[in-house]
C-alpha cells in the first residue's frame, strides 16, 4: 500500500478541514482504515477509524460530535471531515491501512495494529 493523505493547512478556530486518504494498490474498503494524529512533544494517538465495508466506526471523546470518517467507494478515498476545529486539534494527521487478516466489523485503535502507514499531513488551527 502506498497511502497518501492530503487536506491539511492553516485553519482559524472554529473552521473546517476535510482530510483525504488514498491508496493507489489497495482497495481501501476491504480494510479497516484509521486516522490518528501527532502533536509536538505528545504520543500519537487514534483520531478516528472505520471498519472494513464501513460496518462500524470510532470517534475519540475529543473529537466525537466534530469529526466525521467516511468512506468513497468510487474514487477509492477515506476521508475524516473536521468541524468546529480547536488549537488543540493541530497535530499531523496519518492515515492507517490494517492488513491482513482482520474482522469483519471492527476497526482497531491501536496504532501498531496498522501495517501500513501515510507520510502525514500537518493540521494548523490558530488564529
Known amino acids: 500500500a502506498q497511502l497518501v493523505e492530503s487536506g491539511g493547512g492553516l485553519v482559524q478556530p472554529g473552521g473546517s478541514l476535510r482530510l483525504s486518504c488514498t491508496d493507489s494498490?489497495?482497495?481501501?474498503?476491504?480494510?479497516?482504515i484509521g486516522w490518528f494524529r501527532q502533536a509536538p512533544g505528545k504520543e500519537r494517538e487514534a483520531v478516528s477509524c472505520?471498519?472494513?465495508?464501513?460496518?462500524?466506526?470510532y470517534y475519540a471523546d475529543s473529537v466525537k460530535g466534530r469529526f466525521t470518517i467516511s468512506r468513497d467507494r468510487a474514487n477509492n478515498t477515506v476521508y475524516l471531515q473536521m468541524n468546529r476545529l480547536k488549537p488543540e486539534d493541530t497535530a499531523v494527521y496519518y492515515c492507517?491501512?490494517?492488513?491482513?487478516?482482520?474482522?469483519?466489523?471492527?476497526?482497531?485503535?491501536?496504532?501498531?495494529?496498522?501495517?501500513?502507514w501515510g507520510q502525514g499531513t500537518q493540521v494548523t488551527v490558530a488564529s
Open positions: 492507517a491501512l490494517q492488513g491482513p487478516p482482520i474482522r469483519l466489523g471492527v476497526c482497531p485503535k491501536t496504532g501498531s495494529t496498522y501495517g501500513y
Open positions: 472505520i471498519s472494513s465495508y464501513a460496518g462500524s466506526t
Open positions: 494498490g489497495f482497495t481501501l474498503e476491504n480494510y479497516p
